[in-house]
């Protein structure tokens, strides 16, 4: 099946929102409110300044997602891009679509000329999004994180 991979807009709003509120309760069992997360992602949509969404079609229809946002390196004099909100759908699971949105991230990263790397964050127990992100290529960070 064809899949095509590009810059989200306002359309995909629903889909996205619909993804990150599936993703937070497969991944972490938390459930999302539709209000804020409609907000919080058409203002990503509509501000590039913010970041971007790429998302897969096959068939017209959306099967996952990413999120792009972005971290300024003082140390690198350049731009890290942090890879967030990863979603696609169940039944398209291991096709390698992630792989296909990788891929477009790396690809507008080289266009872009000013991205040092690419970061992402994982649940610690999520060990099939983990051995998927390693069998790109990517390594597990010597950091750790820390919120408040």
Request: proline share 1%; net charge negative.
């Amino acid at each position: 099946m064809q899949t095509n991979i590009r810059i989200a807009n306002l359309q995909d709003l629903a889909a996205l929102v619909d993804f990150n509120q599936s993703m937070a309760l497969e991944t972490e069992n938390k459930k999302l409110d539709s209000d804020v997360l409609n907000k919080g992602v058409g203002a990503l949509i509509a501000d590039p300044n913010k970041g971007f969404y790429l998302v897969a079609e096959q068939d017209k229809q959306v099967v996952g997602s990413l999120m792009v946002t972005t971290e300024w390196s003082d140390w690198r004099n350049a731009v890290f891009w942090w890879i967030q909100s990863v979603y696609i759908v169940p039944q398209c699971r291991r096709q390698g679509i992630y792989g296909m949105l990788y891929a477009q991230v790396k690809e507008l990263a080289k266009q872009n000329g000013n991205i040092c790397g690419f970061r992402l964050y994982v649940e610690k127990e999520n060990l099939i999004a983990q051995r998927t992100y390693e069998a790109m290529g990517m390594l597990e960070s010597h950091y750790l994180m820390y919120e408040e």
